[in-house]
C-alpha cells in the first residue's frame, strides 16, 4: 500500500509537470509585435511589408500577403523570413496607388504552431 506522503508528492509532481506542458503550449504560437506600415496607418506608397514576430518561424509555412480594397493580391512576390533574424518576415510591393490595403499573415512557429490574422494600413 502506498504511503500518504509519497502520494500526495506523486500528485503534485503530476499537476506541475500538467502546468509546464500547458504553459509551454500557449508559448509556443508567434504573433507580431511590430508592422511595417503600422496597423491602421496612413502612409506613403511603401515597398515592402514588414512583419516582426515574437518567436522563430518556419520559412516554409510562413507568408504574407497585401489586398486592395476589393480583396485583390496585390502582392506579387513570394514573402520571406530573413535567415539572419528569423522572427521577421517581409514581402515586396509594387507601387500602390491611393487606397485601403490589408495584409493577411500565416506564422508558423518553429515548432509547428500555426497563427492568422490580418490588418489594413491606407496609401495617401
Given at each position: 500500500?502506498?504511503n500518504?506522503t509519497?502520494?500526495?508528492?506523486?500528485?503534485r509532481v503530476?499537476?506541475?509537470?500538467?502546468?509546464?506542458?500547458?504553459a509551454?503550449?500557449a508559448f509556443?504560437?508567434v504573433?507580431?509585435q511590430?508592422?511595417?506600415p503600422g496597423?491602421?496607418?496612413?502612409?506613403a506608397a511603401?515597398?515592402?511589408v514588414?512583419?516582426?514576430?515574437d518567436?522563430p518561424l518556419e520559412?516554409?509555412?510562413s507568408?504574407l500577403?497585401v489586398?486592395d480594397a476589393?480583396g485583390?493580391?496585390?502582392?506579387?512576390?513570394?514573402?520571406?523570413?530573413?535567415?539572419?533574424?528569423?522572427a521577421?518576415?517581409t514581402?515586396?510591393?509594387?507601387a500602390?496607388?491611393?487606397?485601403?490595403?490589408t495584409?493577411h499573415?500565416?506564422a508558423v512557429?518553429s515548432?509547428g504552431?500555426?497563427?492568422?490574422?490580418d490588418?489594413?494600413f491606407?496609401?495617401?
Amino acid at each position: 500500500m502506498m504511503n500518504t506522503t509519497f502520494k500526495h508528492r506523486t500528485i503534485r509532481v503530476a499537476a506541475l509537470l500538467a502546468g509546464l506542458m500547458l504553459a509551454s503550449a500557449a508559448f509556443a504560437h508567434v504573433f507580431p509585435q511590430k508592422q511595417e506600415p503600422g496597423a491602421g496607418a496612413s502612409v506613403a506608397a511603401p515597398t515592402q511589408v514588414k512583419l516582426t514576430f515574437d518567436g522563430p518561424l518556419e520559412p516554409a509555412f510562413s507568408s504574407l500577403t497585401v489586398t486592395d480594397a476589393s480583396g485583390k493580391q496585390v502582392s506579387t512576390q513570394k514573402s520571406s523570413v530573413d535567415a539572419k533574424q528569423p522572427a521577421v518576415m517581409t514581402v515586396p510591393l509594387p507601387a500602390l496607388t491611393a487606397g485601403h490595403y490589408t495584409v493577411h499573415w500565416v506564422a508558423v512557429a518553429s515548432d509547428g504552431h500555426r497563427t492568422h490574422g490580418d490588418y489594413g494600413f491606407n496609401v495617401k
